[in-house]
């Protein structure tokens, strides 16, 4: 088993910055991409950010330029830095892992953290 555990969420002013945390334990060999999704109120989960073993990544239009993904290796652990936050950024947040085991692949979440951006 694998768990995902996230930190960093909460609320915070449109302008403002927030960092969040996911760290990954349990049966791991290899964790092939980490990333977050998130969902806001009455909306679908999107993809935020993703980043793979070899540090290549991949965001969403709307948060470019603005938020920054990356990864400590030898801490299984997935950071995504938030900056200049608006209010349609207002959402649960969910970390997100694909991670080999004994060479069987599988995609894990976290539980979610509430990120809120007032306005």
């Known amino acids: 088993q694998v768990q995902l555990v996230e930190s960093g969420g909460g609320l915070v002013q449109a302008g403002g910055s927030l960092r969040l945390s996911c760290a990954a334990s349990?049966?791991?060999?290899?964790?092939?991409?980490m990333g977050w999704h998130r969902q806001g109120p009455g909306r679908q989960r999107e993809l935020v950010a993703l980043i793979n073993s070899g540090g290549n990544t991949n965001y969403a239009d709307s948060v470019k330029g603005r938020f920054t993904i990356s990864r400590d290796n030898a801490k299984n652990t997935v950071y995504l830095e938030m900056n200049s936050l608006k209010p349609e950024d207002t959402a649960v947040y969910y970390c997100?892992?694909?991670?080999?085991?004994?060479?069987?692949?599988?995609?894990?979440w976290g539980q979610g953290t509430q990120v809120t951006v007032s306005s």
């Open positions: 349990g049966r791991i060999s290899s964790i092939i991409t």
């Open positions: 997100n892992a694909l991670i080999s085991w004994l060479g069987i692949r599988k995609e894990y």
